[in-house]
Structure formats: structure tokens, C-alpha cells
């Protein structure tokens, strides 16, 4: 099933916390017409002319800053070249701007140097530094297993990439019976992210059930559907085209169990004919052909860690 052009949706910005930090306001001690009773008069205990005494403070260590540079390492402002950030000079200014943090802290020297293994933002968006790193956007056909050496001999993902270098993981899986985006890496750290329903990581899919869609299945699926295994609940819902006898629906979720998709849309009522995953975070599968995949941007890398947290 070809997916058509849809809107996407992504995970919602969480609210920053504006709250923090700020003082309680309050009426002046004292003042006239600050809720005190008529004529001026004061109530018991509110306004009193009493000098104040300073509150003291706490004595709290303060945080010591982490030195990051690495005699032995790489300047900075080579390895963001690298990377693809920008020109040298560019870093640089990128460094001197206070925009680039190493392992949590903002460096602004442009002697700095660092090792590939720390961790580098610039502008809050992580940089990939180790060149050894593969990111891959597969398009997994339909009736290939996801696995690198299926035990049954099946045709399996290992057939398309098994003669690579790298050990690649896939992030996730697809039934044989299901088609659609696959994402690859030997990052295993950003996998599991990835993956794991506690980070939020959204994919989307495009299903084909039966019509006609009942007005109240997006709330029905939205509030939860009891499966035997726990309650599920979509994150979005939308018919996407209405045909007689069949529509074609976009389901977005966080969750990851087998084959939750199908089991969620059964018990609604409405069986899958048809499967797609379009979209794994903000990596959308596109135009990228059955069999085929590429190499994720740099800006797609960094958008990866973002949605993970990382």
C-alpha cells in the first residue's frame, strides 16, 4: 500500500516550567487600602513598623565546573568541521558565541580540545563526532522478517545488510506482514531510546480497515482499548480517505508490544487489511522505495537524539 501525503504529527513541547524560580508577590506591610478595614486602621499583627531582620542563606557548595579538554584530543572548533556543522571559522565563532557545550558545559576557548567520545550540543542539538557511527532509513518490503539470521530461513533484513562491516540494530520491529519505515544504527544507546515507551518517541502508521469508520473510533482509541495483555490508547487519530467498503486511517503511538497496531484495531471493531509505519519520530520514510534505504542528514541524526532526550 502506497502511503499518500498526510499530515504529520509529533510529539507535543511539554510546557516549560515558567513557575520556577519566581517570588510570590503580595501587598505592601502596612500600605492604605491593601485590604485593611475602613479609616485606615490596621488589623493585629499586619504591618509592623519593626525593622526587619535578613534571612541568612544557606551555605551551599557550588557546582564545580567540569573540566572537558583533553590534552590528547581534537580542537573543538576541527571536529565540529567534521561534522558537517560548518566551516572552521564558523565553529570558532559558533565556540566563541557560548552556542557549543561539551558534556554539559558551555565552552567558549577555542584551544579546547576533546575527544570523539563527549558528548557535543551546539544550539541544544546534539552533534554526532564519531564517524564510525550508521544511521539508516530502510523501507522494509512486505513478508521480510525483521531480523538479521532468521532461524527459519525466511528472507530477513540480514539479507539486505548482512554483508556490512558495522553490526547494525534495528529499532524496533515490523511484522513480516507489514511494510514501511525501519530505522538501523549501530548506536545502541540512541536504539533503546528509541524504542523504549518511557522516552515518547512517536511512529505513525497508515492502516486499511473495513469501512465505514464510526464518527466515535478516534475517542474510542484515543481514551483506550483493553487488550489482553493491558490498555492501549493512540496518541492521534485520523480517517486519511473513506471509500465504500474501506478507509484508510492514521494511527500515531509511543507504544511498542507485538503487533499492537492490529490487536488495538481488531478490538475496535476494525481489522487491518493493511499496514504501513511512515513516520519514526521526526524521520519520515518519503519517497524511499520498498527494498531501498539511506543515510540519514546530520539534521536528522540530531533531531533523532532530541526526541530521545539525548
Known sequence: MTPPQSRRG????????????????????????????????????????????PT???????????????????????????AGVGSRRVCEQLISEGRVEVDGQVVTELGVRINADQVVHVDGVRVTLDESRV????????????????????IDIGDYFGDRKERLFHVGRLDADTEGLLLLTNDGDLAHRLQHPKYGVLKTYLAQIRGPVPRDLGKRLREGIELEDGPVKVDSFRVVDSQPGK???????????KHIVRRMLAEAGHPVLSLVRTQVGPIRLG?????????????????LYSAAGM
Open 287 to 303: 519517497d524511499t522505495k520498498p527494498g531501498k534505504f539511506r543515510r540519514l542528514t546530520k539534521g536528522e541524526v540530531g533531531d
Open 247 to 257: 478507509a484508510i486511517v492514521e494511527v500515531i503511538l509511543h507504544e511498542g508490544r
Open 10 to 53: 509529533g510529539p507535543a513541547k511539554k510546557p516549560s516550567g515558567g513557575g520556577r524560580g519566581r517570588t510570590p508577590g503580595g501587598a505592601a506591610a502596612g500600605g492604605r487600602g491593601a485590604g485593611g478595614p475602613a479609616g485606615g486602621g490596621r488589623p493585629r499583627g499586619v504591618g509592623t513598623t519593626k525593622k526587619s531582620q
Open 56 to 82: 541568612a542563606l544557606p551555605n551551599r557548595p557550588k557546582a564545580k565546573p567540569v573540566d572537558v579538554h583533553d590534552p590528547d584530543g581534537i580542537r573543538l572548533q576541527k571536529l565540529l568541521a567534521s
Open 135 to 154: 544511521y539508516l532509513a530502510f523501507n522494509k518490503p512486505l513478508n521480510v522478517v525483521t531480523s538479521m539470521n532468521d532461524d527459519l530461513g525466511r
